[in-house]
């Protein structure tokens, strides 16, 4: 009935480093969640897409040693549609997403609650008319379960590494072109325009 108590402290363990992991990651801050929407601030990409590559290369590397078993999921567009349109609506108007939110609350932010009250009341409804979605909506472009790999018939690793390679080069684009903020520390202004700058201001006071 119950999980071995071994495998209930690895989730334990690895839920407190992925908490751990965005916190540093800055992804638990409402700005830059809403700094990525407004494209500003691209850290919660940088951030999702090494998730993913790191990921990918762990549980593929997990499988061909036989620790664990893929379960490829089906593709439901209908499903995907819908779930992805109140998905993003939730964390745009929210400022944050399922596992930020919950980070964010452990880390003290008291607007993370209404969040996380909303997910579990969401699970909750979604819970009582599932049945309704499952003939209705999951229905619709409904494509089995399949992958990239078995679409295109490149290896999945492949994949991976086509997706890791365009995640880099999109990161050093990203670099170059977002603005950088001034640094701490940096060098003063010219002695020039301070000077101008005390004329303005002694011109100012006179008059």
């Given amino acids: ?84 349109v109140i998905f993003g609506v939730g964390m745009a108007v929210l400022g944050y997403c399922p596992g930020t939110g919950v980070a964010a609350l452990a880390e003290g932010k008291r607007d993370a609650i209404f969040g996380v009250l909303g997910m579990l009341v969401g699970a909750a409804i979604y819970a009582e008319v599932f049945p309704w979605f499952r003939d209705h909506v999951l229905t619709l472009g409904d494509y089995g379960k399949v992958t990239l790999a078995d679409l295109t018939g490149l290896p999945a690793l492949a994949w991976l590494a086509i997706i890791a390679v365009g995640s880099g080069l999109l990161f050093v684009a990203l670099e170059r072109l977002s603005p950088r903020p001034p640094q701490v520390g940096s060098a003063p202004p010219p002695a020039s325009h301070v000077g101008k700058n005390r004329e303005r201001a002694s011109q100012h006071s006179r008059a």
């Fill in 1 to 84: 009935m119950f999980e071995p108590m071994s495998r209930l402290a690895l989730g334990l363990f690895t839920g407190f480093l992925f908490g751990f992991l965005l916190q540093k990651g800055q992804v638990t801050k409402y700005r830059t969640i809403v700094g990525q929407f407004l494209l500003k601030d691209f850290t919660m990409l940088k951030v999702m897409l090494t998730a993913v590559i790191v990921g990918g290369f762990g549980v593929y590397a997990l499988n061909s040693m036989e620790l664990t078993a893929l379960h490829i999921k089906p593709l439901l567009m209908g499903g995907i549609v819908l779930g992805g």
